[in-house]
C-alpha cells in the first residue's frame, strides 16, 4: 500500500488536464473501517434494480486490478484497466501519483467513457485527504468506524472519525451507520458544518430465528423476510444502511424489487464459502475472511460462534504488520479453534520472525497455499478451516487455490 501523501492537488491536476472524469456522475461517497464495499454491493444491486447504470469504485482487489472499477455490477476486464492506467500516468503530472491515485485516476476515465447515471466511490483510507474526495457528492454514507491505520489517522474514535469525516464538504446530505457516541458526534458536527442533512441509523432490523434471516424498514413499513446471501449479522447492519440510501436516492423503488435485488449481491472475501472435497469424499467447508483488523475479526468470530462446526475448526491467519495483531489473536481465543500463521510475498505482510515476537504461541506455517493443503489433509468430516485477515492474503489463495465448489 502506498504511504498517503496528504492532500490532493496531484489529484486535482490531473483530473483537470483530463477535463474532471470524475464529474461525469452524481456520487455516492462512503468512509468508514469495515463494511464500505459491502455497502457499496448492496446499493448497486438496488440502484440498478431502480434502473440506474452504476459505476462502482471499491479497493483492494483480489485477484487483478479490474476488479476495483464495476459497470453494473461488471468487472473491468484487466486489460482494460491497464490502458487507462498508461493513460493516467501518461497524463503531465501522472508520473507523480501514488498507485493508488493513479487507478482511481484510471477508474473515473473508464466510468466516464461509460456514461453512468451514478457513482458509488468507496474510500481507500481516511477520507479527507483520501484520493476519491474529489467526486461531486449526491450522498455522504458512513460505516461503522472504529480503530484502525493509527500511523495515518490518529491514535483515538475521535480522530479517526473526524478524517473519515473529512469526505463532507458539501450540503449533500450524510447517513451513517449506527456509532459509538464519540464518532457520532464528530461526524455529526461535519455535516453541521457544512450544513448538510444528518442521519444516524436507529436499528430497523428484525433478525429472524434462522440463518440470515432479517426483515428491513422501508419507508416506515416492513419489508418480507430475507435470507441475505451475504453471511454474518454486520452485513445486516450494511444492508440496512444501503437501504437507508436507497430511500433517499429511490424513493419510488417499489417494495417487491428491494428483496430481489439484495438476493443477488456477491462479494468475494467476506465470509466466502467453500465445499472442498477430499480424496476419501469428505467434505469440508472453507471459509475465506478478509477479517483485517479488530472490528473485523469481532464480527469473523462472532459468526463461528454462532454457527459452529460439527467438528474442529482451524483458522489460518495473515495479517499485515501495521494492525493490531495481539488484540485480533485475542478476539480468536475465545473460540475453540486450533490456529496457525501464515506469511507471503508482501512487503508489509507479517513474516516468520513477526509472528515469532508477537505470538509465539501460534505455529507458523510458512506459504498459505501449501499451508492450507496440508490442513486440509488432516481434515475430517464435519471439521472448518477459516483463512483469516489482509484481503491481500485472500487474493494471494485465490490466484493459486482452486476449489471444487461453492456452496
Request: proline share 6%; charged share 20%; glycine share 10%.
Amino acid at each position: 500500500m502506498d504511504r498517503p501523501q496528504p492532500g490532493l492537488d496531484r489529484m486535482k491536476a490531473v483530473l483537470n488536464r483530463l477535463n474532471h472524469p470524475e464529474r461525469c456522475a452524481p456520487a455516492v461517497h462512503i468512509a468508514g473501517t469495515n463494511g464500505k464495499g459491502s455497502t457499496l454491493a448492496f446499493l448497486d444491486a438496488l440502484a440498478q434494480a431502480a434502473g440506474r447504470k452504476t459505476a462502482r469504485l471499491t479497493s483492494p482487489h483480489l485477484i487483478h486490478v479490474g476488479e476495483r472499477l464495476r459497470i453494473d455490477g461488471q468487472i473491468t476486464p484487466l486489460v482494460t484497466m491497464e490502458q487507462a492506467l498508461e493513460e493516467a500516468w501518461s497524463t503531465p503530472g501522472g508520473e507523480d501519483l501514488t498507485y493508488f491515485e493513479s487507478v482511481v485516476v484510471a477508474s473515473f476515465l473508464l466510468a466516464h467513457a461509460a456514461k453512468p447515471d451514478l457513482l458509488l466511490v468507496e474510500t481507500g483510507l481516511g477520507g479527507r485527504w483520501d484520493a476519491t474526495n474529489v467526486v461531486d457528492t449526491c450522498l455522504h454514507l458512513f460505516s461503522p468506524i472504529d480503530i484502525d491505520h493509527t500511523a495515518y489517522l490518529g491514535e483515538t474514535l475521535g480522530a479517526i472519525a473526524a478524517e473519515k469525516g473529512g469526505i463532507i464538504r458539501c450540503s449533500s446530505p450524510a447517513i451513517s451507520a449506527p456509532q459509538v457516541e464519540s464518532v457520532g458526534g464528530v461526524l455529526h458536527q461535519a455535516a453541521q458544518n457544512h450544513g448538510a442533512p444528518w442521519r444516524r441509523l436507529q436499528p430497523q432490523i428484525d433478525f429472524g430465528g434462522s440463518w440470515q434471516h432479517a426483515r428491513f424498514c422501508w419507508r416506515a413499513d416492513w419489508l418480507p423476510e430475507i435470507e441475505l446471501p451475504l453471511p454474518g449479522d454486520h452485513q445486516v447492519e450494511n444492508a440496512a444502511l444501503a437501504i437507508a440510501a436507497a430511500e433517499h436516492l429511490f424513493p419510488n423503488l417499489a417494495p417487491e424489487t428491494i428483496n430481489a435485488a439484495l438476493g443477488q449481491v456477491r462479494w468475494e472475501g467476506r465470509l466466502e464459502r467453500y465445499r472442498w472435497r477430499s480424496p476419501s469424499g469428505d467434505e469440508i467447508e472453507v471459509i475465506l475472511d478478509g477479517a483485517h483488523n479488530p472490528a473485523g475479526m469481532d464480527a469473523l468470530a462472532g459468526f463461528l460462534r454462532g454457527y459452529p462446526a460439527l467438528g474442529t475448526t482451524r483458522i489460518l491467519l495473515g495479517v499485515m504488520g501495521d494492525k493490531d495483531v495481539s488484540q485480533m489473536i485475542r478476539i480468536l481465543e475465545g473460540l475453540s479453534a486450533e490456529m496457525a500463521a501464515v506469511g507471503w510475498d508482501e512487503t508489509r505482510a507479517l513474516d516468520r520472525q513477526g509472528w515469532q515476537r508477537i505470538a509465539p504461541q501460534l505455529p507458523f506455517m510458512g506459504d498459505p497455499v501449501l499451508a492450507l493443503a496440508q490442513i486440509l489433509g488432516n481434515c475430517s468430516r464435519g471439521d472448518r478451516v477459516v483463512v483469516a485477515g489482509s484481503l491481500h492474503l485472500l487474493g494471494f489463495i485465490r490466484r493459486r487455490w482452486s476449489c471444487s465448489s461453492a456452496t
